[in-house]
């Protein structure tokens, strides 16, 4: 079957899964209009309209895992010189989107990323590392497959621009006070061109809303430092409850699955340095269960403005380790589209 049928016969079960929804008509101007707000891409708009964006997210990691098992420090320290203790990721993400017809809307989306690694040496040493920049930025484009009724489906397509440097340095006890390049997970970018495919469907009733989507990270070629990040892949699915015309609260589950890296980077000489400067140490697949409150102002001074949060919790992960394993994130947005009609 042809790709472009598969979609089609998606968005025709989507349209005849939940026929007691049938004669409603989706739509954004509610707090469940937009997804959670840690998912991308989750909707379109009509032709002229944009939308402004602004996310902020923390990440909080701590404690290594190899597999399903956590592993001690002492463990780590067993097999490399420098074990990482825990790392914080803060993100700022801009964005914008804008349809330039009702079929066809467009985004763009830029970074900034803050990263904080605590680590301790063999001989019993505390350090810690940062680094701080511009992240990868994204253009993307969301075409719509089905765009009346209760139930809305488009396709997701992006590239990621190679923006973030991957060539961060640090001073660290063992480099004699001379500034070294940072392990992988403390770069700020990929140094490749990502193509990121994916489909979102949509459906909504008079009290409650629900969607799911599925979307890809394919890593084009090797960077500039001889390396490839893994490709990904990301499947959610969430239900979300209109108790009033300003709040809606949402549950969801989502799967993410990465590969390890292949290629090395030649600054990192000593593979037995830390697990954080070894590519086949970095893959692994996890589930999380995000809890999130949407609140939308229909009318007054602020109509049209969205707030949102989404907190995240593991319940499930298995890396390719030792690996700091992912503790929780916090993701805090603000939206607000604007119609020129």
């Known amino acids: 079957m042809h790709i472009r ?17 049938a004669q409603y008509e989706w739509t954004s101007s509610r707090p469940d209009g937009h997804a959670p707000i840690a998912v ?69 989306m830029a970074n900034w990323v803050d990263n904080a690694m605590n680590h301790q040496t063999r001989m019993g040493m505390g350090f ?3 680094s701080s920049g511009l992240g990868d930025a994204s253009l993307g484009a969301l075409i719509g497959l089905k765009s009346e009724g209760s139930t809305r489906v488009h396709l997701n397509g992006g590239l990621s621009l190679p923006v973030g440097s991957i060539e961060r340095t640090g001073v660290t006890p063992m480099s004699d006070g001379n500034a070294v390049q940072l392990p992988y997970p403390m770069q700020l970018g990929s140094g490749t061109w990502d193509v990121t495919p994916g489909i979102t469907v949509l459906g909504m009733s008079e009290s409650w809303s629900w969607g799911f989507q599925g979307m890809g990270r394919l890593r084009m070629g090797e960077n500039s430092r001889g390396y490839r990040q893994g490709h990904s892949a990301m499947g959610t699915a969430w239900f979300a409850l209109k108790p009033s015309a300003m709040l809606s609260l949402s549950v969801r589950g989502e799967g993410r699955l990465w590969g390890d890296y292949s290629g090395h980077d030649a600054a990192y000489m000593n593979r037995m340095m830390a697990p954080t400067v070894r590519e086949d140490l970095r893959g692994g697949r996890r589930l999380d269960v995000p809890l999130g409150l949407n609140l939308y102002f229909p009318d007054g001074a602020l109509a049209g403005h969205r707030l949102a949060v989404e907190w995240h919790m593991p319940v499930f992960q298995s890396l390719h380790g030792p690996q700091l394993e992912t503790d929780w994130m916090l993701t805090v947005g603000w939206q607000k589209s604007f119609d020129p009609h």
């Open 128 to 130: 810690a590392a940062s």
């Open 40 to 108: 991308m891409g989750d909707h379109t708009h009509e032709q002229g309209e944009y939308m402004l964006a602004y996310r902020y997210m923390r990440m909080s990691m701590a404690g290594n895992r190899d597999g399903t098992s956590e592993q001690t420090t002492a463990s780590v320290l067993d097999h490399f010189m420098v074990a990482p203790l825990d790392m914080t990721m803060t993100m700022h993400m801009a964005g914008i989107m804008y349809a330039p017809s009702d079929a066809v809307t467009l985004m763009a």
């Open 5 to 21: 049928s598969c979609f089609r016969l998606l968005a025709v079960i989507a349209a005849t899964a939940m026929p007691a929804q």
